[in-house]
């Protein structure tokens, strides 16, 4: 019969959640604080445990860690009234089997319980998950939707093993941010975060510049080139807009995941790297791989732990977490002192079709605070920098900068020539890398946005 440990100092919870779960048919033990919790979860060793965050002597974290390190094949299922990325972070990667915010919803509860039942039911020799309790990320990642710290649960069981990584998000929605917050609570965080855009280089460079290349390989190689998975080492490289990655490359990259060697380009000597990839899309990688754009294997390889980004319009709630988060920030970045903000200016924002996503939003507060006049932000201002946003292209005065007719013109001419960059780059009489340059500064996008 399944065991359940219930520790939290609320009696109301210690009495639902125990009448609850007997009725069940579970052999239910309850303690109202951390040390009589880790002492019955000592001597009785039950199955699954009910953990709060907050207790009177104690700290759910650390007694989880504990637990985690005296009997790994319990399942610990953490309830908190905490929201943060951090707290979620910290738990999912210490070994918790769920995580469950309060004000409780039982069925959620009672889901977890199951599923720890049953898992311990067909496996009752549990592999191991590593302890580890490192310090909070100094890059913050704000969220406290479902969606967000879905997104932190996944981050939480990834980062504490070098598995690759698959980011999946629409444009601005915080690809890189995930990476780097992935890689700075991975236990080779001491070790290299590269990054290599696909997008940005010419097809014919692209593969010395990630495996390098031996002097004398192709003309112009006068040395010996360390390429990016070299330079990650141990560490983790950040494969950003793999769809543009040539086929070919493509082939050679799956090559290297298989079986984690490569040799330069030109050389023949094998050379090994256990650098963590993290690679990120904003198109839809399984559609370019009907569309015979991507390679079937390497998707395969790349999707085993994929985390979709949700764009700022599936997570609404966030916005005024996100607004304190980028005040804070840019305030310090700019010396600026604006604090407040004024009433409606948060459901002004809600309303806004955010296609730009989260960096739009930083982009909006920072012209909010460079134009701001006092500690104040208004709803005025917000209302005009919004409607120049929403009208894009547009009308105003912005739309006869160069840097706008150039993007408009590139886009068209992109678009006439079904996104053919060769061609394109020829009939606009620059190079190709120029060309692949100028899509990435102004995120010209095939559906035109
Ligand atoms: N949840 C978040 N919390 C705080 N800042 C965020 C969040 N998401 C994104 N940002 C910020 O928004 C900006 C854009 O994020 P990022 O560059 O990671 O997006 P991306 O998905 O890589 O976009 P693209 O596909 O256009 O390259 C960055 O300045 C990043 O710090
Ligand atoms: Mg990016």
Redesign the pocket.
């Known amino acids: 019969m399944t065991k359940l440990l219930v520790i939290d100092d609320e009696p109301s919870i210690l009495e639902t959640l125990g009448m609850f779960f007997e009725e069940k048919g579970l052999t239910v033990l309850t303690a109202d604080t951390g040390t009589k919790g880790m002492d019955l979860f000592r001597k009785l060793r039950p199955q699954v445990v009910i953990l709060d965050i907050r207790l009177p002597d104690a700290n759910g974290l650390d007694l989880l860690a504990t637990m985690v390190k005296e009997n790994l094949p319990a399942k610990i299922i953490m309830i908190t009234a905490f929201q943060d990325m951090e707290t979620t972070i910290v738990a999912m990667k210490t070994g918790a089997f769920d995580y469950i915010h309060k004000p409780l919803d039982i069925d959620q509860v009672e889901q977890a319980v199951d599923r720890a039942a049953r898992i311990i039911e067909i496996d009752r020799k549990t592999p191991s998950l590593t302890p580890c309790a490192e310090p909070a990320a100094p890059v ?4 406290k939707s479902e969606k ?1 710290r879905h997104v932190f649960k996944m981050m939480g069981l990834v980062c504490g093993r070098q598995v690759n990584v698959l980011l999946q ?10 990476a780097r917050v992935i890689h700075m609570n991975s236990a080779s965080k001491e070790a290299p975060f590269i990054v290599f855009d696909c997008s940005s280089v010419v097809d014919t460079i692209i593969e010395s510049e990630l495996f390098g290349h031996e002097k004398g390989a192709f003309t112009g190689a006068d040395q010996t080139t360390i390429g990016k998975i070299e330079l990650a080492g141990a560490g983790t490289l950040f494969l ?2 793999i769809s543009q990655l040539p086929l070919k490359i493509q082939g050679k990259l799956l090559g290297f995941l298989q079986r984690r060697e490569f040799t330069r380009v030109g050389g023949t000597r094998v050379l090994k790297s256990s650098c963590r990839i993290v690679a ?1 899309s ?1 198109q839809n990688l399984s559609e370019l791989v009907e569309k015979g754009q991507f390679k079937q294997d390497l998707f395969y390889r790349l999707k085993v732990f994929t985390i979709h ?1 949700p764009p700022l319009e599936e997570r609404l709630s ?1 916005i005024p977490f ?1 607004v304190e ?1 980028f005040l804070t920030k840019i305030n310090r970045e700019l010396g600026t002192t604006a604090t407040k903000i004024q009433d409606g200016v948060m459901e002004r924002l809600r309303r806004h079709t955010w296609k730009g ?3 739009e939003l ?1 982009n909006i507060i920072v012209q909010a605070l460079v134009g701001c006049r006092g500690n104040v932000l208004l709803r005025d201002d917000i209302d005009r920098i919004l409607d120049q946003h929403r009208t894009e292209p547009v009308q105003g005065l912005e739309s006869f900068s160069l840097a706008h007719v150039e993007k408009q013109h590139i886009a068209r001419t992109l678009s006439q020539l079904g996104w053919n960059k060769t061609r394109a780059a020829r009939l606009l009489q620059i190079t190709l890398p120029t060309l692949r340059s100028k899509i990435k500064r102004y ?1 010209i996008r095939p559906n035109g946005n």
Do not use: C, P, Q, S
């Open positions: 913050e990642i704000i969220g967000m998000g629409a444009t601005g929605t915080g690809k890189e941010l995930t950003d807009e990120a904003n980004l966030d996100l988060h996503n989260v960096r930083e995120h």
